[in-house]
């Protein structure tokens, strides 16, 4: 069966310092990939989606990038994380291979990483 | 993807059904209604998918009316377990959007 891992569990860092989450899955091959971020009491908000190896596509411009170095890791990173970077991140995939039907369009997440940037 | 409507909150005794409603009057004839919840400090969880015709699993039941503007979710026997928010999406189904949607949800307290 098809699993995804994520860590940290939870992360306090200075404003300022790097950041590196890394995301892996396990079971599947050429999945989708996507980073979302959940600020306290609001909703989820797609960061990064990934295709294939080394294919980005930013959602929303910001402080942050990701990066995929192989079929089934995602890495989200920052060079100088700010106050506003603070949230939960949460690294999510689907099976590329039903392109076309309804089942692409069901997402299985992580346990999340809580970021706390002080 | 169609707009979506849901109830900001609402309880439901352990034991009963769970009836969430969620409106998208504006749902398009090749858009499917998905049902995620998020229980809370976890990552979000797939339920349940229908176009048209009902739909039940393990977890939940969906009804989607005959017009498909509107639908429900149904967890037949509520536990404490699962009190989450519930998101209703609407999307097509394939294609280039690979854009997960998720509004604010009805956040569904089970009460012993």
């Avoid at chain 1, 999945?31 to 306290?40: D, F, G, S, V």
């Avoid at chain 1, 294919?55 to 890495?75: G, W, Y």
């Avoid at chain 2, 048209?52 to 977890?59: A, R």
């Amino acid at each position: 069966s098809q699993t995804i891992h994520q860590w940290p569990a939870t992360l306090v860092q200075p404003v300022g310092s790097p950041l590196s989450l890394e995301c892996t899955v396990e079971g599947t091959s050429n999945p989708n990939l996507y980073w979302y971020r959940q600020a306290a009491g609001r909703g989820l908000q797609l960061l990064f989606y990934s295709v294939g190896i080394g294919q980005i596509s930013s959602e929303v411009p910001q402080n942050l990038s990701a990066s995929r170095p192989q079929d089934r890791q995602f890495i989200l990173s920052s060079k100088k994380l700010l106050l506003s970077d603070s949230g939960f991140y949460l690294c999510a995939w689907d099976p590329s291979t039903l392109a076309g039907g309804p089942f692409r369009n069901i997402q299985y997440f992580g346990a999340g990483t809580r970021l706390s940037v002080l | 993807d169609a707009k979506t409507t849901q109830p900001p909150s609402m309880d439901c005794a352990e034991g009963r059904a769970a009836n969430l409603p969620c409106n998208h009057s504006t749902i398009s004839g090749n858009e499917y209604v998905y049902w995620y919840r998020q229980i809370h400090s976890q990552g979000p969880q797939y339920i349940i998918h229908g176009l048209k015709n009902n739909e039940t699993n393990e977890m939940a039941s969906l009804i989607i009316t005959e017009d498909r503007k509107s639908s429900t979710l149904i967890l037949p026997h509520a536990t404490l377990r699962d009190t989450a928010v519930y998101y209703c999406i609407v999307r097509a189904s394939g294609g280039s959007n690979y854009k997960l949607t998720f509004g604010k949800g009805t956040l569904l307290t089970v009460n012993p």
